[in-house]
């Protein structure tokens, strides 16, 4: 398959194989060097005397009056006279790059239009990891803190979070301070205390961090049920056979797709290899954490934003000189140099998060069967709702599938019930119907749990003066500001630009005359709060969720049934398990139906099926009920039948017959610029020079839906290809004839998600 012939139903798989890991030609002695810059290529320089340096290995070299690190991508074409070449000026103490990661760097690059630098630059991106690591600070417990951990009844005693953080140096080696704080679950505040206190002492340890403890692979995880275990067996023999592959792990919710594949992870940690499991949020992965330190005794590396940065800098060390065997993290993980990866694992492998929007645009579910291509290794894709795409591969041949029809052990699958609005009275200022708010009593009456979703944050998405209709939004976006009435606050969720919700109206100057419009999770809150007084509610929103730890805070104290009723937006659908959660309302189901997006139905399905999948999961039997204006909408039909088969046929026939992904090819332009008269000169530019071949639609160029967005003007293309259209050859020929200036930006998103 060609490089750049390729859309999200045919990822840009590699042919041949892989070169054996640590595996490098010879030095050489004029280098070309890709910089973590958006350059066109590599640049050439002169390797230093005696010590030319090999492909892969990460240099420091000037470039103008700066220095950098880059990493040598291969020999100089030898163009330039050796009198204009600088040298290199360091030849970094850090294992090389593999040759595999270097190809999907160049793969990427391809594929997405980027330059080869911008995808570097997601290889290396903690600058300090590049640097000689230094003496590190660390905790420790001190003689009177093992003492006051000894004594049943210290003079002064502990608090839990002050006991666990002795426990942990009691029980392990010296850590930094973050890392303490997440190992006994609190804050480093905690730790701070104890030293002062004099509990702990902080002294100076090795620049490396000390080794991790591995997982342990020869634990015995919980008994599998048979199909879990004739799925397992399937995953197993892929890892130890070895080679490219992609397993399909389709599976109901509830139904133990986890465990299901912690057996092959488990058997390539027992093969030596590295493992690499995406998740699509990991704030969300609090209870996967605690699984999989269940299954294999201790925690694994994370990466994602929410950790600090000498973390990032000890983990990107230890991945690249293979101390650490498995990482967990978001998609931005897929980027590790891993010297000896073995199975890569991406969990809910259908969501739309894997889709990067910004810098170098990518999807990370496609992305990740590209490594695992050139790597030569197994991929699982996990899913209770599988993508379009995944499942028209399925179809095609290329990806296996191995399925998971049942929740395990004696758990069934919730009853789904539309409640049809057209025909209910609501109150004025209420969002739940009769039908959700009997079930709300009974669920409550029972002693057990509830959830309702809706998947808008704030407390009302518009608001506006009633005595002259002036609305507020976002002076540098296109968007109506939404009210966050906890906080107080009138907040952009595009730009993240916010206001204090004025007394008056600004424009009027009318008093009190400011409304609410329309129902977010608080004001969702608000409702029940009134109706059910006695019930305990806590909103799962991202806005309130400052990081992984206040997302298993939430997550434990609804296990732990401190709360009768979760609120919460698309984050409460992914992942959790709470067993005495019975009941899922679903408040406007016909939210994301809206706006143009080729994927609108499929998604919806996808997120109401995934948070319908909360109820009922252990021997309480689930009930779901969904609120909706179209009920005859074949989404709603089809969540309410359970028949999920029949719903992705009809979707396939529909974007079959219009040449849509999958089985057609689709490219967005973005044209960007600090006014609109420069947008719309650009755009009128591009357009002029559109192709004009077989097979090839342009269309545009329009204002975009969100046509201001962080004060820049936004005009959209989408080209439209057949699947044996090579689509980026076709656009590198139309950009090369056109040149932008002075503001203007230009971005192309392939396979497009957002359409804003």
């Not at 470039?63 to 290199?88: F, I, M, N, Q, Y």
């Not at 009844?153 to 839990?160: E, F, N, Q, W």
């Not at 090795?206 to 049920?225: H, I, N, T, V, Y």
């Not at 806005?543 to 997302?551: F, I, V, Y």
Request: some cysteine; glycine content about 8%.
């Amino acid at each position: 398959m060609p490089d750049d012939h390729a859309s999200s139903a045919d990822p840009p798989i590699a042919c041949g194989t892989a070169s054996a890991p640590g595996e490098q030609p010879a030095a050489l002695r004029y280098v070309r060097v890709l910089l973590p810059l958006p350059l066109p290529a590599a640049l050439d320089y002169l390797a230093p005397d005696g010590a030319a340096p090999a492909p892969g290995s990460f240099v420091r070299v000037p470039l103008g009056v700066r220095s950098l690190v880059g990493v040598v991508w291969g020999e100089a074409d030898g163009e330039l006279a050796v009198e204009r070449l600088k040298p290199v000026a360091e030849i970094l103490p850090i294992p090389p790059m593999q040759p595999e990661l270097r190809r999907f760097v160049e793969r990427v690059a391809a594929y997405t239009m980027a330059p080869a630098g911008a995808v570097l630059r997601m290889t290396m991106s903690v600058a300090k990891a590049l640097q000689a690591p230094r003496p590190r600070r660390v905790c420790a417990a001190s003689p009177s803190g093992l003492a006051a951990l000894a004594d049943a009844a210290p003079p002064k005693p502990l608090t839990p979070a002050r006991r666990r953080v002795l426990e942990a140096l009691h029980d392990g080696p010296p850590l930094a301070t973050t890392e303490l704080a997440r190992a006994a679950a609190c804050g480093p505040g905690v730790v701070r205390e104890l030293v002062l206190c004099g509990l702990v002492e902080e002294c100076l340890a090795p620049a490396e961090p000390p080794l991790p403890s591995p997982p342990d692979w020869r634990l015995s995880g919980p008994q599998l049920s048979p199909d879990q275990s004739i799925a397992a067996r399937r995953l197993v023999d892929a890892v130890r056979s070895g080679g490219f592959t992609v397993t399909v792990l389709d599976g109901v919710t509830g139904s133990g797709k986890t465990e299901t594949y912690f057996a092959a992870l488990a058997a390539a940690l027992a093969a030596g290899r590295q493992v690499l499991v995406l998740l699509p949020e990991i704030v969300l992965g609090a209870q996967w954490l605690e699984r999989f330190r269940e299954r294999f005794g201790v925690l694994p590396a994370q990466w994602h934003s929410d950790i600090g940065e000498a973390e990032r800098r000890d983990t990107w060390r230890a991945v690249i000189t293979g101390r650490v065997s498995v990482v967990v993290g978001a998609r931005s993980a897929l980027f590790l140099p891993f010297p000896e990866l073995g199975l890569i694992i991406l969990d809910e492998e259908h969501d739309s998060s894997y889709k990067q929007e910004d810098g170098v645009i990518y999807q990370a579910r496609d992305m990740a069967v590209l490594r695992a291509s050139l790597a030569q290794i197994p991929i699982v894709l996990v899913s209770a709702t599988p993508s379009l795409e995944t499942v028209v591969n399925v179809a095609r041949g290329r990806y296996q599938r191995v399925a998971l029809p049942r929740r395990h052990a004696a758990a069934e699958l919730p009853a789904v019930r539309l409640v049809d609005m057209r025909h209910e009275r609501v109150e004025t200022g209420r969002f739940l119907a009769p039908p959700l708010v009997a079930e709300l009593t009974a669920t409550f009456d029972a002693g057990e749990q509830a959830l309702l979703f809706l998947n808008r944050r704030g407390y009302a998405p518009l608001t506006l003066c009633r005595a002259c209709g002036h609305r507020f939004q976002c002076p540098s976006c296109t968007a109506w500001l939404v009210e966050h009435r906890f906080t107080g606050r009138l907040l952009c969720h595009h730009c993240g630009h916010a206001e204090a919700v004025p007394a008056c109206c600004p424009e009027c100057l009318a008093a009190g005359a400011l409304v609410p419009c329309g129902p977010g999770v608080e004001r969702l809150l608000e409702e029940v709060t009134t109706r059910f007084p006695a019930a305990r509610a806590a909103l799962m929103v991202s806005d309130l969720l400052s990081g992984p730890r206040a997302a298993a805070e939430l997550a434990q104290a609804m296990t732990e049934r401190r709360y009768d009723l979760l609120i919460g937006t698309q984050i409460v659908a992914k992942g959790h398990h709470f067993p005495m959660l019975t009941l899922v309302g679903v408040v406007d189901a016909d939210l994301g139906l809206t706006g143009g997006d080729l994927r609108a139905a499929e998604r919806t399905y996808q997120l109401l099926h995934q948070v319908g999948g909360r109820a009922g999961r252990a021997e309480h039997k689930g009930r779901v009920l969904i609120q909706t204006w179209m009920p005859d909408q074949p989404v709603m039909k089809a969540l309410a039948a359970g028949d999920r088969d029949r719903f992705l046929e009809a979707e396939a026939a529909a974007r079959r017959s219009a040449g849509l992904p999958p089985f057609g090819r689709l490219a967005a332009l973005i044209v960007s610029a600090d006014d609109a008269e420069s947008a719309d000169f650009a755009a009128r530019a591009l357009a002029r020079s559109a192709p004009q071949l077989p097979g090839i639609a342009v269309l545009g160029p329009a204002p975009a839906p969100l046509a201001v967005l962080r004060g820049r003007h936004r005009r959209r293309f989408l080209v439209k290809a057949g699947r044996e259209v090579n689509l980026q050859a076709v656009l590198r020929g139309w950009l090369s004839r056109v040149r932008v200036q002075g503001s203007v930006r230009l971005q192309v998103d392939i396979d497009p998600y957002s359409f804003l």
